[in-house]
């Protein structure tokens, strides 16, 4: 019946989209990059008013972006080599630091670093790559600076002056936005790695000051690589829904 629709059905769809993190280099079309965003568009809004923009770096651009964020990584790899003397370096010098998001490297909350630690430890280990082995677990990161491979790389910015409520409508956009690429066989992986150099995103794109950047969202064609075959653990509904207090 028109305007019913098979809940389990959209569960299972929902349930399959993974991140990917390593992708063909085939070329995404541009009108499908447009038909993935308008999809992203139906989401709900903050009074309609959409606080955020979008960039789309694809070819010279977004091989340039992937060259600079790739430079920056190797210097801040270069400084926690060095101890001490190595970050009053990187201080003194200042490229490599974040320019932006400093939040991105924070030591996350006691109430969250579970969750982290898990899904790092389980990646890892899927991939063969041993805790202490620092050299491979700098390659495997270094990998979000070349945006897994994706052709296309956007980046997110929302407007200062709604602050969480524009995180907020980011998020739903991002979430339509990466459902309708799953359904048309594209891959995306979402990434608060390349926020912390914003300034390098400006260079190449004309944005208001009234935006910062929230994230990147890689696109394009999954490989058939081990790494797409890593699933997270997804937690239960209860560990999100709030007892009520008792008297």
């Known amino acids: 019946m028109e305007g019913e629709y098979n809940a389990g059905d959209f569960n299972t769809f929902a349930s399959s989209r993974r991140s990917t993190r390593d992708f063909l280099p085939r070329p995404v079309p541009d009108e499908v990059i447009e038909e993935i965003i308008a999809a992203g568009l139906t989401s ?6 959409r606080p955020f923009v979008l960039a789309v770096a694809k070819d010279e651009v977004r091989d340039r972006l992937s060259a600079e964020f790739l430079s920056r990584f190797e210097l801040v790899k270069s400084g926690q080599g060095e101890g001490i003397f190595g970050k009053v370096k990187a201080l003194i010098r200042r490229k490599g630091l974040p320019t932006s998001n400093w939040l991105v490297l924070k030591r996350y909350h006691k109430d969250l670093l579970p969750r982290s630690r ?3 430890r389980e990646l890892y280990k899927h991939m063969g790559i041993d805790r202490d082995d620092k ?6 990161w270094a990998r979000n600076y070349e945006f897994f491979g994706a052709p296309v790389e956007l980046f997110l ?13 980011a998020g739903l956009f991002m979430q339509n936005l990466m459902l309708s690429a799953h359904s048309r066989g ?25 935006y910062s950047l929230l994230c990147g969202i890689s696109v394009g064609y999954p490989s058939q690589s081990q790494v797409n075959k890593f699933e997270a653990n997804r937690i ?3 560990e999100v829904i709030l007892p009520e207090k008792s008297e």
């Open 44 to 49: 709900p809004s903050w009074s309609n008013t």
């Open 118 to 120: 898990r899904v790092g």
């Open 135 to 140: 050299e491979a677990r700098d390659g495997f």
């Open 157 to 169: 910015f929302t407007h200062k002056s709604l602050g969480k409520f524009a995180a907020s409508d």
């Open 186 to 210: 594209l891959g995306t992986c979402a990434q608060g790695s390349v926020a912390i150099w914003e300034d390098a995103v400006r260079k190449e794109f004309q944005i208001s000051k009234n």
């Open 236 to 238: 239960s509904p209860s």
